[in-house]
């Protein structure tokens, strides 16, 4: 199969698609591997690692698409790379497609495209396997930026999350109890913060209490939502519902209600965000002012721990991607529910049942 690996063309994005060591693989098993040049140079790979692995390298990200049967991508194409797609093609990437424009769904369509959304491969138990270490990077890259974010000199309150004798520590209030709630919750903790975590499912609030000594943890009611909101010096939106938009959990009267200069971590922000006053920013500009609180909503925010990042992607995605260009889609679907469980579109036509319903 004739595989392809473009550059990522997001702002301040420097994952690629697959390691060298991943292509070796596939080029192994007899497979074509194209690679954008410096494609790779964010995450620590030259070409000549690529070249090294089999790979030939190509100098355009349309040549990278128009080589390829299956594409290898991270963050959601552009507009620009929706127009290099070839009718028929395998696109994998985290599509985040409910959050998107829903022109990425014409022409997907119109171009026959099969579309599989990393986010939303899942195993029969709900887990999402390619999701979870993404998850797990954003979630411990909140403690550090929260810490960076109150001080006075960045806008914030002037809190030390972890406190000193005398002086109490942060409150920090986490939506969500899955992946990246538990992630958020575990560099807090380590960070000497109070942690609340809110979440309508019992079993994972008792595991993060069995787990944590001195968590607290409460039922995502609104009313323990707009509680936390009124004493939180740090506000973590963590709320995924596989496949579909994040659910407005604070309202703008509750971030109204919300202390000046408190600080709001939204990363729902892939997919859409959990919070009313949200709306997505870059690791440039990471941060704006609304209401009187500041809320940083930065989409992929992975993207800028390219070496780890891709590390993890690859061991992740690597059983779908083998599976894919092994056996063709049809037979990959046939061989994994869970692959198919992550398909948007195939050849074009429609496959997310809630998706479909929305659209």
């Not at 990077?137 to 309150?157: E, F, H, T, Y």
């Amino acid at each position: 199969m004739d595989i392809g690996i473009p550059r990522e063309r997001r702002p301040s994005d420097s994952r690629i698609g697959f390691t060298p060591a991943g292509v070796e693989l596939l080029t192994a098993d007899g497979h074509h591997c194209y690679v954008e040049e410096d494609a790779g140079l964010g995450a620590g790979f030259t070409n000549e690692d690529f070249i090294k692995a089999g790979a030939k390298i190509v100098y355009s990200g349309e040549e990278a698409y128009g080589r390829a049967d299956l594409v290898l991508k991270v963050a959601r194409p552009t507009a620009e790379e929706l127009g290099w797609m070839r009718p028929g093609q395998t696109v994998l990437a985290f599509w985040h497609i409910a959050s998107a424009s829903p022109d990425n769904l014409e022409v997907l369509q119109q171009k026959k495209i099969t579309s599989i959304a990393y986010e939303s491969i899942a195993l029969d138990d709900g887990t999402l396997p390619v999701l979870r270490p993404m998850s797990m990077i954003a979630g411990r890259m909140a403690a550090p930026v929260a810490a960076s974010l109150l001080r006075n000199d960045r806008g914030g309150k002037g809190v030390l999350l972890e406190g000193v004798p005398g002086v109490p520590p942060a409150q920090v209030v986490i939506l969500g109890a899955g992946v990246v709630g538990t992630n958020v919750a575990q560099t807090f903790m380590g960070l000497g913060a109070q942690v609340f975590v809110l979440d309508r499912n019992l079993s994972r609030l008792e595991a993060l209490v069995d787990r944590y000594r001195g968590i607290i943890t409460m039922v995502s009611h609104p009313f323990n939502v707009r509680k936390c909101c009124r004493f939180a010096d740090v506000l973590v939106g963590a709320v995924l519902v596989p496949g579909q938009r994040s659910p407005i959990l604070v309202t703008r009267e509750m971030v109204r209600e919300m202390r000046p200069r408190s600080l709001i971590l939204d990363i729902s922000i892939d997919q859409g965000g959990c919070v009313e006053t949200s709306r997505p920013t870059s690791h440039k500009t990471p941060t704006f002012v609304e209401e009187g609180v500041t809320h940083y909503c930065v989409p992929n925010m992975s993207g800028v721990l390219g070496r780890t990042a891709t590390h993890a992607l690859n061991n992740a995605a690597w059983p779908y991607v083998q599976l894919i260009a092994s056996l063709g889609i049809t037979s990959a679907f046939d061989a994994s529910p869970a692959l198919v469980r992550g398909c948007i579109t195939c050849n074009g036509e429609l496959m997310q049942g809630a998706l479909s319903e929305g659209a």
